[in-house]
């Protein structure tokens, strides 16, 4: 994986910087040296890792607006980052350029209970939200598994999903207003706190969120609040084939049911699993479905009932329904140690997450266990069934010398695989770095210039997180002059890094 | 009755020959007016250009599966079509697409999907199931110099490079001429009722509808009106599964019964009585009335009501969105004085107040949608630019020029 080439200019004037940055946060908030700045290196793709020229912790957004403004001028860059978790190398740092760490911007601003809006800063962790407002009866609706660390500003930049967006959508469809400010220090507010309030203007907002920091760095945002569904159950249904598991998720949407949450398991997640919550799973079981389904009482009874009749027809061997809150925590518990309980069969994994149409399952699967024979990687399957999510977790290990590329190698195929079913590259984790140089495999070069077009228009001297989501960099003076047409490579020439 | 004089139009059959005409308009620098069919001409700002281009020609559907929920269909494909197509799965546009033919006294049934995506227009569902925006997967469409592009997808989770399909919905034609849209379906409820009661003043109601809200009672159209009787009263839709409404019909049974007067429409009636409300039958717009569109926070709407009611910018109303968004008349007598006290009074307040139907002049003067800061309009420029360098693609259409 290769980087825009660090600017040895830039970094020779590192003292200089990092005392105009310590004027604008107070000397405590700018990180130069080594062991305070070891812990930034990389997000959560390890395999990824780079030293920040600075890192800089903002406490406010004048600051935010101060520091941007300071290194626009400088000409350094800025990689914007929350807590680091993302999976696709989004906040990887650059040599020469500026991390801006948002996690001292934490605060819940304002809650707004009859209008179901809460204002909150960026570096806010997603749970606080619904901590702040549960006893209200409402709820942030998108839940990363990361929900715990990850930031809400993480999750705009990322659209993240979670367990529960099948039914409930994703970050954007719960985001109502932002503000944001662009490379040049200037701030835009965009939408507010109400339904429509973007509405009338081109949807800036809508482009900003899953822009993975390179357009402007958000520093407040304006979130839909919900009412906690008043009862949820889950049924575990378990499967003597993986086609007939995946065949079960078409069914039981094409019957009008729209679950909460409809997550996979393969044979070899469940034996990892089962280690850990001492209970073993049915011999015959090779796939197991989780199906959540919440509303009210009466509702979930009901609904309970038909996906149970679903399941029964497309070959379901056992069906668990949890009666009380206790049991469904159980049965979810299997789902939330799947990738720890794999990191203990295996020193490395690597796990991607590219997203196919729902009947398209089977066979992406089945490629998927070809690969694993073409490059000798062992692989296990726990993924987002009802978005078509995939997030197939390729078992290496880092100290063997060439593990590491055939893991990547291997994540590519599948990568590919996806977008040729008709899928994309991504459904959740981003580009990033990781899947940067797949995009053309999905995008033509028009599509991908129309893109970098609006990278322009907000980021003109390409100073906000370089290196990330293109295969080139952006060459926006270019833009402007040159045109050829339909077909015609445009900057053939242009070295791809 | 908009876009002055237009005197050519073209009708292309494919995306390719949008791409043609749209090269060759660039390469003169020529404006053209985008359009679907054109029923909803009058939305937005005039368009100073003498020739149209015409998508509703690219009416085919280019597959739909409805096991994942996902159709995808040329932007000349009508709502009434796409809807029908759908209702044969037990499907259907989330986002209840409003034509607002009545509005502009144009053929709703020859409204496009391309039109409603384009100007985003929410029907009353959009306090449950979300916006045009949320369902909007993917866009083929042909930018400002004649490329054609591709964006998104047909996957209901995406984040593989900029969200260009959010940023062309609702963008009226302005960043390209759309060709090829893929949406997000969704399973149409099995059982729908409506409540009817009496309203009370306008506080009450909207307290009611945020107690109403405040639990997970499936309910798709929060609306005070006045009927045809020239009744004042509360819309309470609530939908789901046969089993979910009727429990949830038993809890607002409950929270509603104290005020009294309540009367139950059943399915077919109840299906009939939306349709009328989301293409804001009830506002009962005489020819020579403004039409309006307030977006605001749904507590401070009755004041702003009554300010409005009081300055005489407010004829008739209804309110939509459990409170959110207000639909007035306006009368035609003073249309410029009106329009911009009732902007001024929306700008205080902290509203967005649209125009939905006015005199050209009125809308090229004050611009149709309420203006933005400085840097946001700014920006947007520069997105548009970023899609179309020569502004030949509805020029003017969202933006009033200094
Ligand atoms: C165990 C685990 C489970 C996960 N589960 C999920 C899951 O279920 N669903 C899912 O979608 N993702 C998941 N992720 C991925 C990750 O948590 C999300 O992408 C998350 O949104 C990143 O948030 P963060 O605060 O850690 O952001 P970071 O990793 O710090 O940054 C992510 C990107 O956002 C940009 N950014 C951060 N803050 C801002 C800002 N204020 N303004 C502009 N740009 C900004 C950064 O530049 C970077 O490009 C998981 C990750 C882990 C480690
Ligand atoms: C001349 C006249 C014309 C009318 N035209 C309309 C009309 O075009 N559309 C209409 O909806 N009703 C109309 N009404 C009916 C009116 O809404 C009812 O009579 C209302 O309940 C009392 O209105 P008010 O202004 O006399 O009382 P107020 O004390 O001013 O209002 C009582 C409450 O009803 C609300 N309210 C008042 N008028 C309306 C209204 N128009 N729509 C919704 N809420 C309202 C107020 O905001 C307040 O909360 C009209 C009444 C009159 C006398």
Redesign the pocket.
Same mark, same amino acid.
């Given at each position: 994986m290769q980087m825009p080439e660090p600017s040895q200019a830039i970094i020779s004037q590192r003292d200089a910087l990092a005392q105009g940055l310590r004027q604008i946060v107070g000397k405590d908030w700018v990180i130069s040296d080594d062991a305070q700045r070891r812990p930034y290196q990389c997000d959560g793709i390890t395999a990824y890792m780079a030293m920040p020229l600075l890192v800089v912790l903002p406490g406010c957004a004048d600051e935010v607006q101060a520091v941007l403004r300071f290194c626009n001028e400088k000409g350094v860059k800025i990689v914007p980052r929350g807590s680091g978790t993302s999976l696709s190398g989004g906040a990887l740092p650059l040599e020469d350029g500026v991390l801006l760490v948002t996690s001292r911007l934490c605060n819940v601003l304002a809650v707004d209970e009859h209008n179901r809006v809460a204002r909150v800063q960026p570096g806010v962790p997603n749970i606080k939200i619904t901590e702040a407002v549960s006893h209200l009866g409402l709820c942030y609706m998108p839940d990363p598994s990361s929900q715990l660390i990850s930031t809400i500003g993480g999750n705009v930049a990322e659209n993240a999903g979670g367990v529960h967006c099948l039914k409930y959508g994703v970050t954007a469809n719960h985001i109502l207003g932002m503000q944001a400010v662009l490379m040049t220090g200037e701030m835009v507010e965009l939408g507010g706190a109400y339904l429509g309030a973007a509405e009338g203007e081109l949807d800036l907002m809508g482009v900003l969120t899953g822009s993975e920091g390179l357009l402007a760095v958000v520093t407040e945002i304006a979130v839909r609040l919900e009412p906690v569904p008043e009862v949820a159950r889950v049924i575990s249904m378990s499967f003597p084939s993986v086609e007939e598991a995946c065949a079960c998720v078409g069914a039981i949407i094409g019957v009008g049911v729209i679950p909460a949450g409809l997550e996979f398991m393969d044979r070899k997640v469940l034996d990892a699993v089962s280690v850990l919550i001492k209970e073993k799973f049915d011999d015959r079981t090779a796939a197991l479905l989780l199906c959540e389904l919440d509303g009210t009482a009466v509702e979930v009874d009901a609904l309970v009932g038909v996906v149970s009749d679903v399941a029964r027809a497309q070959g379901a061997i056992e069906l668990k329904v949890s009666t009380t809150e206790e049991e469904r925590q159980r049965i979810w518990s299997s789902r939330k140690l799947a990738f720890s309980a794999i990191g203990k069969l295996c020193p490395d994994y690597y796990c991607t997450d590219g997203t196919i149409p729902r009947n398209k399952l089977p066979e992406v699967l089945n490629k998927m266990a070809d690969m694993s024979k073409k490059y000798g990687l062992d692989y296990a399957n726990c993924f987002h069934a009802g978005d078509g999510n995939l997030h197939p977790i390729i078992m290496y290990d880092a100290a063997k010398p060439g593990d590491l590329e055939k893991a990547e190698e291997f994540g590519a195929d599948v990568l590919i695989a996806c977008v040729d079913a008709g899928g994309v590259l991504s459904g959740e984790h981003g580009i990033g770095v990781e899947k940067r140089d797949l995009m053309t495999h999905q995008f033509t070069e028009i599509d991908l210039q129309q893109q970098q077009m609006v990278k322009c228009a907000f980021d003109p001297k390409d100073l906000l997180n370089p290196g990330k989501m293109f295969p080139t960099l952006c060459r926006c003076a270019e833009f402007g002059r040159m045109h050829v047409h339909n077909g015609n490579l445009r900057f053939a020439d242009i070295p791809r890094f | 009755m908009t876009d002055t004089q237009t005197i050519a139009s073209m009708r292309p059959a494919t995306t390719q020959d949008v791409a043609d005409i749209l090269m060759d308009a660039a390469s003169k620098g020529e404006p053209l007016v985008v359009r679907g069919n054109g029923t909803r001409v009058g939305l937005g700002n005039p368009v100073a250009a003498t020739r149209v281009l015409e998508l509703g020609g690219l009416d085919q559907i280019d597959f739909y599966d409805p096991d994942d929920l996902v159709i995808r269909a040329g932007v000349g494909a009508t709502l009434d079509n796409l809807e029908q197509v759908l209702a044969e799965k037990g499907q259907y546009l989330p986002f209840e697409p409003p034509r607002y033919a009545g509005l502009y006294g144009t053929n709703g049934a020859r409204s496009t999907l391309g039109g409603a995506v384009s100007t985003a227009l929410s029907g009353p569902r959009r306090i449950l199931t979300g916006a045009v925006r949320d369902f909007v997967l993917g866009v083929e469409g042909v930018n400002g110099q004649g490329d054609v592009f591709k964006a998104g997808g047909r996957t209901m989770k995406n984040v593989t490079g900029y969200d260009i399909s959010k940023l062309v919905t609702g963008a009226n034609g302005t960043l390209a001429a759309l060709t090829m849209l893929t949406i997000k379906v969704l399973p149409a409820p099995r059982a729908e009722v409506t409540l009817v009661l009496p /309203? /009370?003043?306008? !506080? !009450?109601?909207v307290a009611l509808f945020a107690r109403m809200r405040a639990l997970p009672l499936g309910i798709g159209g929060l609306v &005070?009106?006045?009927n045809a009787a020239?009744v004042?009263e509360v819309l309470v839709r609530v939908e789901g599964t046969v089993p979910g409404v009727a429990g949830n019909q038993q809890v607002l049974n409950g929270l509603l019964g104290a005020r009294g007067g309540m009367v139950v429409l059943e399915q077919a009636q109840s299906h009939a009585l939306w349709a009328g409300v989301r293409e804001l039958d009830c506002l $009962?717009a005489k020819p020579d009335e403004l039409v309006w569109r307030v977006n605001l926070p749904a507590t401070t709407m009755?004041t702003f +009501?009554?300010q409005a009611?009081k300055a005489g910018c407010? $004829? &008739? =109303? =209804? +309110?939509d969105w459990a409170g959110g968004v207000v639909f007035s008349?306006m009368r035609g007598v003073q249309p410029e004085v009106d329009t911009l006290r009732y902007r001024k009074m929306a700008e205080k307040a902290g509203a967005r107040a649209t125009i939905l139907r006015a005199p050209d002049a009125v809308r090229a003067q004050f611009g149709a949608f309420p203006p933005v800061s400085a840097g946001v309009a700014a920006l947007a420029a520069r997105t548009r630019t970023a899609f179309d360098p020569a502004g030949i693609l509805n020029p003017g259409r969202m933006t009033v020029q200094a």
């Open positions: - | /309203a /009370a003043t306008l !506080e !009450e109601d &005070r009106r006045v020239g004042c $009962n009755p +009501v009554e009611r407010i $004829n &008739r =109303f =209804f +309110v008349t």
